[in-house]
């Protein structure tokens, strides 16, 4: 998916909730985009400060959780460490496998466990709509 569509759906989904479309929100939304990571709210704040003095941490925020109530962006929050957000709109269903030490996120896939969580959710007559798998551990590093 283009940038044009993801700025397309977050700028529809804040016209719809009564919100401006103000520049800083269209600087958040594309470096958000740029960044094709996971990234904190922190991180975030850090890479626009540098082009933007007038920024606040709040607003980094609160756009961040705009971009995931309209489907832009996905919340991964692992224990006490930060929150982190991710692309969602327009990137393939993957699921994590998180350090619980270092905090690094490996992105995989695979099809048998996809068609296993659906004869799940067949089995007990459940219509899924979304799911997410998160496999806590220690990466090669850090064992």
């Not at 327009?90 to 896939?109: A, N, P, Q, S, T």
């Not at 466990?113 to 799911?131: C, M, P, T, Y």
């Amino acid at each position: 998916m283009g940038a044009g569509k993801a700025r397309e759906i977050f700028f529809a989904y804040i016209k719809d909730k009564g919100l401006r479309n103000t520049k800083q929100r269209e600087e958040i939304l594309d470096a958000f985009l740029s960044a094709g990571k996971h990234i904190t709210v922190d991180d975030l704040y850090n890479i626009l400060k540098k082009t933007d003095q007038a920024i606040g941490y709040a607003t980094v925020h609160r756009n961040l959780k705009l971009m995931c109530e309209c489907g832009l962006a996905d919340e991964i929050k692992v224990g006490s460490n930060k929150t982190r957000f991710e692309q969602k709109y327009g990137h393939e269903h993957h699921d994590h496998l998180i350090c619980l030490k270092c905090g690094r996120f490996i992105e995989v896939h695979d099809d048998k466990i996809e068609r296993l969580q659906e004869k799940l959710s067949e089995a007990n007559d459940f219509v899924a709509q979304r799911h997410k798998l998160e496999i806590y551990g220690l990466c090669k590093k850090c064992r």
